[in-house]
């Protein structure tokens, strides 16, 4: 028994009788979350009949995440685990553990290294198709630099970059309805609406795709050690036999969904950060030329990028995600506040990063906090770009090697700029915020 009785949790600032937060969501998108910082760890945020509890407190953020016999994935996730057959990325408990331990080897840091190459190859293709003085798209290049390594990283496969923009967009496609289908009625996504029709055909399309990778690997087995190897060759936890061919093209579809988005807007914001301030792009210039001038860059001398880094780092704190959410698995004291078993509890990255008990200027972007900032000595939960607990982030060594190779390779080929005319840059109002545009105009570095 608790010495006190559990007191009632304070609704988040902003609340109106009947719609609740929504009008504050609707107005300002973008710093709602922010928006609800008190002195409370723990409060309410409500629109219409849908509740939520929110964690602002590092400690709680923290205990969400890591404490899995208390909080379940929930909501979202089970929508995801329904549509696609038990990926990765939503399943639970043990089967979560036992197919974690599966693809695993296929994202260690030794992976990785053998991927570095590939990495450098994909960044030096792209940057080199660019030209002096002409805009180029930097988003739409970026992305597709981050889709070819991730889909090599994933099939070993070099696809040519008709097939690696055609996989990018699918997924666009699909990414943008999967929310509401894990959250609104079945019948509702299989009406023949043209936004439900587009669905359905580029998840055809996925499937066609993934179907002849794995055909092909099936018929010309490598000895790669890839996503697509340890799966073939694997049986699925929850079935005890082989992965269907339902399994490989789900896990493939929200590995992809995990990691495509969240790398090339990273990288993006990134070049954005770089592009708009000379100094960090003069200081990352000078460290990648003499890491170059020594010889090709590889994993090993990614050690020497240390200024490079704090620039990825300082992306990932800046430019977090908005919310995720767990689900409490029974009645659950959290500061004080009995939450009741089943309800929806969710933590704002985005908020924790920008909370000015933890950071000074945190709207600021500045790769040089220093250690006392994003290293060691801050509260857990106060920086978790990757998350932490049992879903930590899986690709996070691909990721910061993609982000490092790119941005080094990038500034030392050319200097950068904001292509003249350009609309102010804006933050798009999604679960992770992107850049509006970012039409760039580069000059050759001599
Ligand atoms: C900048 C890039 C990335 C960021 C910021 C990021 C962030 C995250 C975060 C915060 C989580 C935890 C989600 C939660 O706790 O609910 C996560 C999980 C995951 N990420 Fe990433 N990610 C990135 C890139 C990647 C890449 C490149 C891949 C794969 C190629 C990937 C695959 C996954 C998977 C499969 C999970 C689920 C892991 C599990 O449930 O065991 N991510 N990511």
Known sequence: MPA???SP???????VPLLGHAPALLRRPLSFF???????????????????????????VHRIQVDTGAFERGRFF??????????????EGAAHSH????????????SVRSHTQDIVEEADRQFSSWRPGT?????????????????????SADLSHDVVRDIRQTLFLIARRLIPRTVFPGFLMSLPTPGNRRFDAAVRRFHAIVDALAQDRRAHPVAAHDVLDVLLKSTHPLTGLPYTDEEVRGEFLMMLFAALETTG????????????????????HDEASAVLDAGPLDYDRLKDLSYTRKVVDETLRLHAPMLFTRRARHDVELAGTLVPAGSEIGYSPRAMHRNPDTYDRPRHFDPERGESETGQDLPRGAYFPWGTGPHRCIGEHLAETTMTVALATLVTRWQLRIAPGTRRITESNSSLPHPSSLPLVVTPRT
């Open 4 to 6: 006190t009785a559990p």
């Open 9 to 15: 949790c304070p609704p988040a600032p902003g609340r």
């Open 34 to 60: 922010e928006s609800t910082r008190t002195d409370d760890p723990l409060v309410r945020i409500g629109f219409g009949p849908f509740h939520l509890y929110l964690a602002n407190d590092p400690a709680l």
């Open 78 to 91: 089970e929508g995801l685990a329904g549509h696609f057959g038990n990926p990765l990325i939503a399943s």
């Open 99 to 110: 197919q974690r331990r599966i693809v695993k080897p296929a994202f260690s840091r030794r």
């Open 135 to 155: 805009p180029v798209a930097a988003d739409e290049a970026l992305s597709d630099l981050v889709a070819a390594v991730v889909l090599r990283a994933l099939f």
């Open 265 to 284: 807007t990273s990288l993006t914001w990134a070049v954005f950060e770089t592009t708009v301030r000379p100094e960090v792009q003069r200081r990352m």
